[in-house]
């Protein structure tokens, strides 16, 4: 399967190990990948805080340069809702967060990975509400998880679960520093519920969310540390 | 923006972590119960989805249904008026007292008089005004506003609660047991209650059909006081109208397992017709929800039904604080509200919220209150009512990330800064730097990484 690989720009720049696991992870799965070189960003910082109009020539460039590739997969939920809900229709439903990829188009029923820590799992609200990735606690529904069905194929891994299961963890774009009290406040309750549960990292789907918990955790020294869930279902690190 | 803007006042409230925790921690507890209470009702979605239809439904023919209502009102033999907004309001409120020669008022359930500010209004007027549901009264001892809609004194202690009674009413210090102030609460009302011969109570839902209208309470203060007196004078937001008497059972059943997790409220008072002797008086108050219903992105606004649920799951919101929001109605719901009333005073609130959606799908009639937020920052951003350094950023930010180029040229030099300089943003004028580390720039983009990977491998 031919698949174009759309790498956030802050992922691009701040966590490339993200985009490569999620590269290597297509690949392992059988996917042949391209990146295209000429990628930026999705437009979605601009368009939250109010900017939409600026966010047209990131939104424009990216149904360019992938206009031609039948699946778009992106590490990020919020990237994807951004440009399903502001490309056409046509270029929008072609792109795929990693997760929903694996699980829905790709059908992954077994992964060659270890993964033998502790982790606890951040569902960053994009993913969880916007993509539908899991049920949520508002709403009477079946539980389902596409992250946690993919989780439980990694050999060694044990998942535990934060008091509030999809409580938001404050990054919220510009909030996180024109809210700046209330954002860190929303991030030390998240990091303060994982720590709690002992784990060695804090795996979500969503790098923004997972680089704001990682500031505070590294403001704390502490010894647990965030990873991308390609990172994770990418680990071969047996026990 | 405003003198002390939704950042600044939630930076306040924040600054002392164990109120915030506890503040958060119960309000929390309160969306629990909602869980457990839409959670046991297998048809919850469905009602969710019947309740938000009639109201689509109702305010796609609201003058229709308006007229409907005020004529089976008269036919009931109760006066109706029409206020375009909260001055005219209070004016209609303090004609009807003149007319009777009231000096004192009980009033319960209204958010809409807190919306119009009737107390401060009628108390300039010489007269007596007494919010008799516990929370109403405790603020207004206060003199602060209402920071919850459904949980007035949310933000209080009760020792905070204690020290207001020992101030104002003069009761010893140091009480704190909720019985006993809840009793000191009822006999300095009772009497209040007893001397009161107007009544002022909000209107939950009003039947087009038959010109009743339901008043939900858990104190029954509504009753007491409309009973008591000798004339009642319900205030409602023309939104508050629904087509007929049998759509109340599915509000009914949403409202308080949405609010508080209760299957209903202790009261739900119908009130279709004076008793002998006694007036009865409707005030339709517009207020903005005309222009807000003329507004195609936020028309659906007008559905709520004041549950409050959005308020307690909102992370924000339970972080920050009602009054952090400096409008009548704060949460979700009021930064969607609010804006239409007045863009320039209200334009800090849309910004105030990740987005996180929670509220969107806790809301029993299912108002996209995320989206709505969202429209609401390119409504204010176009207005030109956005920070002039925020709009200076994001167009250098927009400038840098629309081309490739630039882009991956500013990615490496900003990474190399960073790396050699993180003195540069490790500061505490850094926003960010606050409360957390940076994240360490990468040696080598994703990019840079890809373009060397077939020579590596
Ligand atoms: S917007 Fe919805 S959740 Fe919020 S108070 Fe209104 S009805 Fe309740």
């Known amino acids: ?239 | 923006m405003n003198q002390l803007d939704h950042a600044a006042a939630a930076r306040q409230f924040v600054a002392d972590t164990q109120r915030t925790n506890w503040h958060d921690e119960t309000l929390w507890w309160i969306r629990q119960k909602r869980d457990k209470a839409a959670h046991g009702l297998p048809e919850w979605e469905h009602l969710r989805e019947l309740a938000s239809q009639i109201k689509e439904h109702t305010l796609s023919k609201l003058d229709q249904y308006l007229e409907q209502f005020e004529q089976s009102a008269h036919r009931n033999g109760v006066e109706v008026h029409w206020a375009a907004d909260a001055n005219e309001h209070n004016q209609i409120v303090l004609a009807i007292l003149r007319e009777y020669g009231a000096a004192r008022i009980v009033k319960s359930k209204s958010m809409l008089t807190e919306e119009c500010h009737l107390n401060p209004f009628l108390i300039k007027q010489g007269i007596e005004v007494v919010d008799t549901d516990l929370g109403e009264r405790i603020v207004q001892l206060r003199q602060e506003p209402p920071s919850h809609i459904v949980l007035p004194a949310i933000h209080l202690k009760k020792e905070d609660v204690g020290q207001t009674f020992h101030q104002h009413l003069g009761v010893p210090a140091g009480i704190i047991d909720p019985k006993a102030l809840t009793e000191i609460a009822r006999q300095h009302l009772r009497e209040k209650f007893v001397h009161a011969n107007v009544a002022i109570t909000g209107v939950n839902f009003a039947v087009a059909q038959t010109g009743a209208f339901v008043v939900c309470t858990n104190e029954g203060n509504a009753d007491l006081g409309a009973h008591l007196a000798d004339v009642h004078i319900a205030c409602m937001g023309i939104e508050k109208v629904i087509p007929a008497q049998e759509h109340l059972g599915v509000f009914l059943r949403l409202l308080t397992r949405s609010a508080t997790g209760q299957p209903i409220t202790a009261y739900s008072s119908h009130f279709a017709k004076p008793r002998p002797g006694q007036r009865m008086h409707i005030i339709l108050v517009d207020n903005g929800r005309s222009h807000q219903l003329g507004r195609a992105d936020f028309r659906s606004s007008l559905k709520c039904i004041r549950c409050g649920a959005c308020f307690n799951t909102c992370p924000v919101y339970r972080r920050s604080g009602g009054h952090s929001y400096h409008t009548a109605i704060a949460g979700p719901i009021g930064s969607v509200l609010s804006p239409n009333l007045d863009l320039k005073k209200h334009a800090d609130l849309p910004f105030a919220s990740t987005l996180c959606g929670s509220c969107t799908h806790v809301c029993p009639v299912k108002i996209d209150l995320d989206k709505q937020l969202w429209k609401w920052r390119q409504v204010i951003v176009a207005a030109g009512l956005a920070p002039a350094s925020k709009t200076a950023s994001m167009n250098g930010l927009s400038w840098l990330l629309t081309s490739p180029r630039l882009y991956r040229l500013a990615g490496r030099f900003g990474r190399w800064t960073l790396r050699q300089f993180p003195w540069l943003v490790n500061h505490r004028f850094n926003p960010w730097y606050i409360g957390r580390e940076m994240p360490l720039p990468a040696r080598k983009s994703f990019g840079d990484w890809y373009a060397n990977r077939g020579r590596t491998n």
């Open chain 1, 1 to 239: 399967m031919n698949v174009a690989l759309f790498v956030p720009c802050y992922v691009d720049q701040f966590f490339p190990q993200v985009g490569v696991a999620t590269l290597e992870l297509l690949e392992k799965l059988g996917c042949a990948v391209t990146y295209p070189t000429e990628q930026t960003c999705c437009g979605q910082p601009m368009a939250n805080a109010g900017y939409e109009h600026l966010a047209s020539g990131c939104e424009m460039n990216v149904q360019r340069i992938f206009s031609s590739f039948e699946y778009v997969v992106t590490p990020s939920g919020s990237c994807t809702v951004h440009l399903r809900e502001h490309l056409p229709a046509a270029h929008g439903s072609r792109i795929y967060e990693v997760c929903e990829f694996l699980t829905d188009v790709l059908r992954v029923k077994s992964l060659a990975a270890s993964f033998p820590h502790r982790i606890g799992l951040h569902s960053s609200c994009h993913g969880l509400r916007g993509l539908r990735l899991a049920s949520m606690s508002e709403q009477n529904e079946p539980a389902f998880s596409k992250p946690i069905q993919l989780l439980s194929l990694v050999d060694g891994l044990e998942l535990v679960y934060p008091e509030r299961p999809d409580e938001c963890c404050g990054f919220g774009g510009t909030f996180c520093v024109t809210e700046e009290a209330v954002s860190v406040k929303m991030g030390q309750d998240r990091v303060d519920e994982h720590l709690a549960n002992n784990v060695d990292y804090i795996v979500g789907s969503d790098m923004s969310c997972l680089m704001h918990l990682q500031g505070i955790l590294r403001r704390r020294k502490s010894n647990t540390d965030v990873l991308h869930i390609a990172q994770v279902l990418n680990a071969y690190e047996p026990a």
